[in-house]
């Protein structure tokens, strides 16, 4: 019996000592594993920049840098310090009376660190050189690109959650959606016609691209863009160069215009390289009158939310029997 009793205390020591004797880093191992997003941080995410953005709490003072976002904002109802200066766009009326940070392209930063923000939304080609003065004042920032569809709809959801109201910003997707099924539904389903999109500025002229926002929608609506598959200018990822000779052979049922700058140098620019040849007048879509000019504040930065508005706007230009 006493040997029984010697035996179970020898055990209960020896799993005291090996207890004692775990390496001093176990338990610290164990209780520093990374926490779950959603049992610490309010948001985790990788934005349009690729970069890995992690908020710890909710934000209440958010700037944000691109008139392009604000309406994302104003959709789930969410408050900010600081907004672009603009005089083209359209403000939403809850930011009429917010403080004004500079132009889009000229943001003052002195005023948007004295903001104190807890959070910045900017775009990613407007507002890109700004980040590493950002990450020197350690103010966190999210990156959006709304300029696809798809990239729209992306930016609508990450502002949904900065701002706590995802299921809003998920309706307002819905909405845009169905909209863009309802316009497309009124279309003749014979509608694969060839169409060019010019792009014209006060220096030069080319052609834009599946991937640019006049060539999304036109592959939206079933249209034929005549430069698929075109090689891109370097640099410019959603056009390539225009050529009158592939103008010519491909001929056009239609031709959309784009255009950056001021109206009377793209005209001169257009007449002189374009609308001057010969060989324009002779285009099918030049002897129909099918050439239409796509408004700038839509097809030239980002229609946003107005999605819906651009695409029945580019459809009606073709089909205006299916909106009367």
């Known amino acids: 019996m006493k040997r029984i009793v010697f035996l179970f205390v020898f055990l209960v ?16 191992n164990a209780g520093t594993k990374p926490p779950s997003s959603s049992s610490k941080n309010f948001l ?27 309406n994302y904002a104003a959709a789930v109802n969410g408050k900010i310090v600081g907004r672009p200066s603009e005089k ?12 004004e940070v500079g132009h889009v392209f000229n943001i003052n930063m002195e005023k948007v660190v004295g ?22 004042n350690h103010i966190p920032f999210i990156v959006l690109q709304p300029k696809t569809y798809e990239e729209i709809k992306q930016a609508m959801v990450t502002v949904g959650k900065v701002y706590g109201n995802e299921a809003v910003a998920v309706k307002k997707n819905k909405e845009m959606d169905d909209e863009i099924a309802r316009i497309i539904s009124k279309l ?17 002229v080319t052609v834009e691209l599946e991937n640019s926002i006049a060539g999304g929608i036109a592959k939206m609506l079933g249209f034929v863009n005549i430069a698929s598959g075109s090689t891109p200018i370097q640099g410019k990822p959603e056009r390539t160069p225009y050529s009158i000779e ?79």
Do not use: W
């Open 246 to 324: 592939v103008l010519v052979e491909k001929n056009p049922d239609i031709i959309f215009i784009t255009s950056m700058g001021a109206k009377d140098k793209i005209e001169k620019r257009l007449q002189s390289d374009v609308q001057g040849n010969p060989a324009y007048a002779a285009l099918t879509a030049v002897k129909n009158h099918k050439v239409y000019v796509l408004p700038e504040e839509m097809f030239l930065l980002t229609p946003g939310l107005r999605y819906p508005e651009a695409v029945q706007l580019m459809a009606k230009d073709v089909f205006p029997e299916s909106f009367k």
């Open 44 to 70: 985790e995410m990788t934005d349009a920049a690729k970069r890995h953005v992690v908020i710890e709490k909710k934000p209440e003072r958010v700037v944000i840098m691109a008139s392009s976002i604000l």
């Open 88 to 99: 083209i766009a359209e403000i939403p009326d809850m930011y009429h009376n917010t403080e």
């Open 188 to 204: 003749p389903e014979k509608r694969g016609k060839k169409i060019v999109i010019l792009h014209a500025t006060p220096s030069t």
């Open 115 to 136: 903001l104190k923000p807890d959070l910045v939304l900017m775009n990613a080609q407007q507002n890109n050189k700004f980040s590493k003065m950002l990450e020197s």
């Open 13 to 28: 020591l020896l799993s005291i000592a090996a207890v004692g004797c775990k390496p001093d880093n176990a338990a610290t």
